[in-house]
């Protein structure tokens, strides 16, 4: 099992050289070789400095150029696996942590322990002749040298941690600019499709129709019609709010929609929580059941139901007959995705869109009350 894990290694550090011997040709990559390089001379005049062999050498002695061959490949070789380690740590959901690091550092250290031993033991017993190493005791020369070997690699290892782990924090801070920006974009977007012309416009045809069939009604509409708006005014610059304020907006917009599309729309809500104790993205709600009935086909014959419900205290479900409108363009999901980008900026759990051919059901996750507390993004 042991030997096919490392064999299975092997393979693929095999492929990641090879990636890494393309990619020097480029000019970044050529950058990245000079640096390694220069890190490699450094490390061999350090090396130099500390052996002593009681006389002047030159450079080019067979013992020089043995200790900056393996001062190079053994550079090389620690960089690259500890790069594979620490890109393959980056892939995995928690990134670069601290259990991550110590992963990679014991990755690291795996590969040089029985490298750096056996270019040792090679250079100073089975190539004696070829090396020229003076050392009066060999063992202690052997293990001088591989202990050497493994503090430089290990040195060299933290460093390269701290590089990535800094390229990580700034990767971060770059995306959480970029779904602020995002957040931003989509209550821009979600304040511009409720508030739009068109939107007031239906509403005062509706309005118009009802002064002469019905004052009381249309008494009520015109308040239900200044209570949406009075709430989409109000909480502009807020991107979540509570689920009850939601709720108490979606009870004003059911009543207009049932008043404009009567018996042609069923909206069912089961609030099985405190609604006071959540928090949901501001105008989900409204934004859902109107981009179910833009797309779908209803009428009093074959009313669409709407459901909204929670499942426990995780989840708020917005779920809908399926009956497709034929639209002269594909939809786009403009809505959810709009959504889906503001709950990103609040936690991990995602949105869940299914689809049967019966239902649509859009899984929203509950956020904590906590949430309302978070500063807000300004709009202005």
């Known amino acids: 099992m042991t030997i096919g894990v490392l064999v299975a290694v092997d393979i693929r550090l095999i492929v990641y050289f090879y990636g890494m011997s393309v990619q020097i040709i480029s000019k970044k990559g050529l950058l990245k070789f000079g640096f390694r390089l220069l890190v490699v001379t450094i490390i061999f005049f350090g090396v130099k400095l500390t052996i002593d062999h009681g006389e002047e050498e030159d450079l080019l002695n067979p013992a020089s150029i043995f200790y900056?061959?393996?001062?190079?490949?053994?550079?090389m070789l620690t960089w690259e696996v500890h790069d594979w380690a620490v890109k393959r740590q980056l892939k995995r959901p928690k990134g670069l942590d601290l259990a991550g690091s110590i992963n990679t550092l014991a990755i690291g250290l795996l590969f040089l322990f029985p490298v750096a031993a056996i270019i040792y033991y090679l250079g100073l017993y089975?190539?004696?002749?070829?090396?020229?190493?003076?050392?009066?005791?060999?063992?202690?020369?052997?293990?001088?040298?591989?202990?050497?070997?493994?503090?430089?690699?290990?040195?060299?290892?933290?460093?390269?941690?701290?590089?990535?782990?800094?390229?990580?924090?700034?990767?971060?801070?770059?995306?959480?600019?970029?779904?602020?920006?995002e957040v931003l974009t989509s209550k821009y977007k979600s304040l511009k499709n409720q508030?739009?012309?068109?939107?007031?416009?239906?509403?005062?045809n509706t309005l118009t129709s009802l002064m002469y069939e019905d004052r009381d009604l249309a008494s009520d509409f015109v308040t239900r019609l200044a209570s949406t708006y009075r709430y989409i005014l109000d909480n502009k610059e807020e991107d979540i709010v509570s689920l009850e304020k939601e709720l108490n907006f979606l009870d004003?917009?059911?009543?207009?929609?049932?008043?404009?599309?009567?018996?042609?729309?069923?909206?069912?809500?089961?609030?099985?929580?405190?609604?006071?104790?959540?928090?949901?993205?501001?105008?989900?709600?409204?934004?859902?059941?109107?981009?179910?009935?833009?797309?779908?086909?209803?009428?009093?014959?074959?009313?669409?139901?709407?459901?909204?419900?929670?499942?426990?205290?995780?989840?708020?479900?917005?779920?809908?007959?399926?009956?497709?409108?034929?639209?002269?363009?594909?939809?786009t999901q403009v809505g959810i995705k709009n959504i889906q980008k503001r709950y990103a900026f609040h936690t991990n759990q995602e949105v869940a869109v299914e689809e049967n051919g019966n239902t649509f059901k859009v899984t929203m996750p509950l956020l904590a009350r906590d949430a309302l507390k978070r500063p807000v993004l300004s709009v202005s």
Not at 195 to 204: E, G, V
Not at 273 to 298: C, G, R
Request: glycine share 2%; aromatic share 12%.
């Open 68 to 75: 900056f061959s393996t001062a190079f490949f053994l550079v």
């Open 126 to 181: 089975e190539l004696e002749e070829l090396c020229q190493i003076p050392a009066e005791d060999k063992a202690l020369q052997f293990r001088i040298d591989w202990m050497r070997a493994i503090i430089l690699g290990f040195a060299i290892m933290l460093f390269n941690l701290l590089y990535y782990s800094g390229k990580q924090k700034k990767d971060l801070e770059i995306r959480m600019n970029e779904l602020q920006n």
């Open 195 to 204: 508030i739009s012309p068109h939107f007031l416009f239906n509403s005062l």
């Open 252 to 331: 004003s917009f059911i009543f207009m929609m049932n008043v404009r599309h009567t018996d042609s729309i069923i909206i069912e809500t089961n609030i099985g929580i405190d609604a006071a104790e959540y928090a949901i993205p501001t105008l989900s709600l409204q934004m859902l059941v109107e981009n179910t009935m833009k797309h779908n086909y209803f009428s009093k014959e074959k009313p669409m139901r709407i459901q909204v419900y929670t499942v426990g205290k995780i989840a708020l479900v917005v779920e809908n007959t399926l009956r497709k409108r034929k639209l002269k363009e594909e939809s």
